[in-house]
Structure formats: structure tokens, C-alpha cells
């Protein structure tokens, strides 16, 4: 069995799919693991409640950013873009992750 590919989420995916009640999707797909920066998880306000729940039942696992690398790519994507962005953008790149998001401006450009 192959290993599922990472896919690092973005606040406003988990927020469309919090306000449809249907964060279970995220596990539905075996070949996808989709987690969430610490970042972007405190930018989740109003839903929080449902991204908890999530969490708990395993369809989304929460990550930190690690190696000096991945921080040192962060800090400079932060003069640029959001915080959830830059964590999401940092962590892919140093992880050869898959990001979801539905973000149009800076951090698309940035992305490709």
C-alpha cells in the first residue's frame, strides 16, 4: 500500500467545509493525509469548534513547523502573506506537500 500524499490546509478550506458540517471529507480520501499548521489552525475562529471535532476524529492532523529551514522560509514568506499561508507554503516546500487553498492573490503567485 503506498503511502498517502500530504496535503497541508489552508483556514479557508477548513472554514467551507466546517460551515457544511462536512470536515469528514477530508478522510475520505485514502491516498490524501490532510493536516493543518499550527498557524493556520489559530486563524480558525468561528469554527473552531468544528476543526476541534475534526482533529479528535482523526480526519485532519494538526502539524508544527520544523526544521530551521522550513522557519527561516516562514519568517520571509511572512513579509509577503498571511500567517496560515506562509506556514502552509514554508512546510510544502520543505516537505514536497500538496497545499489546499482557494486563495487567489499573493500566495497563489507565491505558490507557483
Not at 490524501?32 to 479528535?56: G, M
Not at 511572512?78 to 489546499?100: F, N, P, S, T
Not at 487567489?104 to 507565491?110: A, G, L, M, P, T
Request: a negative charge; charged letters at 30%; hydrophobic letters at 45%.
Amino acid at each position: 500500500m503506498k503511502t498517502p500524499r500530504l496535503v497541508l490546509t489552508d483556514a479557508n478550506v477548513l472554514i467551507n467545509l466546517a460551515q457544511v458540517d462536512r470536515l469528514d471529507l477530508l478522510s475520505a480520501l485514502p491516498d490524501l493525509d490532510f493536516c493543518v499548521p499550527q498557524e493556520v489552525r489559530a486563524e480558525v475562529i468561528r469554527e473552531k469548534t468544528r476543526v476541534e471535532e475534526a482533529l479528535c476524529r482523526g480526519h485532519l492532523r494538526e502539524l508544527l513547523l520544523g526544521e530551521t529551514g522550513e522557519l527561516a522560509l516562514f519568517v520571509d514568506l511572512r513579509q509577503i502573506m498571511g500567517l496560515g499561508e506562509a506556514a502552509c507554503l514554508a512546510m510544502a516546500v520543505h516537505r514536497g506537500a500538496l497545499i489546499a487553498s482557494d486563495e487567489k492573490r499573493v500566495f497563489k503567485r507565491e505558490a507557483e
